[in-house]
């Protein structure tokens, strides 16, 4: 899918993306460097239930880390298949 930036720099998000990943007005979107392409990921409530627990005890920056690497590797997975 294509999109373009505004003068302001702002994008749109394709309907269909947006359904997929939960995305609604006011939907935080956390945006990062990913090396060669610029990353979104939002940040829903389906998310943040995900994670909530998974930081119990010793080690959580060690499962942040791994978190991390996990969604990294599934975006480097998606960006080679495009």
């Known amino acids: 899918m294509e999109t373009y930036a505004t003068t302001k720099g702002q994008i749109v998000i394709p309907a269909p993306l947006r359904k997929k990943f939960g995305i609604s007005e006011g939907t935080k979107i956390l945006v990062f460097d990913a090396g060669e392409y610029i990353a979104l990921r939002p940040i829903t409530q389906e998310r943040i239930s995900k994670l ?27 960006h080679k298949g495009s």
């Open 52 to 78: 909530r627990g998974s930081l119990k005890g010793k080690g959580n920056l060690q499962t942040l880390l791994e978190e991390h690497r996990k969604d990294r590797e599934r975006e480097d997975d998606a």
